[in-house]
């Protein structure tokens, strides 16, 4: 079992900063991907970006140029600041994490976070 547990939403006028935080824990051997996603009322949940355990991201076209994701792997952390927010960044935001637990041989895993509420107001 895989636990993440996400922290940093909040409320922020438009231009604004949030930094969201999720760490894992439990029956880990490694975390590959790391991942933040959100979902919108009335929306399908989406991908705001993702990072490698080599350090390598990948960012929706929307969110480039204002949001960073990073990962303390010694924590199994992943980090997500999001500058200049708009109010269309209003969602519920969700980590995800894909790797191996303990085992013989190792199982795969993929876990979600309860998600954090970011609201972004105009």
């Known amino acids: 079992q895989v636990q993440l547990v996400e922290s940093g939403g909040g409320l922020v006028q438009a231009g604004g900063s949030l930094r969201l935080s999720c760490a894992a824990s439990?029956?880990?051997?490694?975390?590959?991907?790391m991942g933040w996603y959100r979902q919108a009322p009335g929306k399908q949940r989406e991908l705001v970006a993702a990072?490698?355990?080599?350090?390598?991201?990948n960012y929706a076209d929307s969110v480039k140029g204002r949001f960073t994701i990073s990962r303390d792997n010694a924590k199994n952390t992943v980090y997500l600041q999001m500058n200049s927010l708009k109010p269309e960044d209003t969602a519920v935001y969700y980590c995800n994490a894909e790797g191996y637990g303990l085992g013989l041989p190792p199982p795969r895993f993929g876990s979600w976070g309860q998600g954090t509420q970011g609201t972004v107001s105009s």
């Open positions: 990072i490698t355990s080599g350090g390598s991201t």
């Open positions: 439990g029956s880990i051997f490694s975390i590959n991907a």
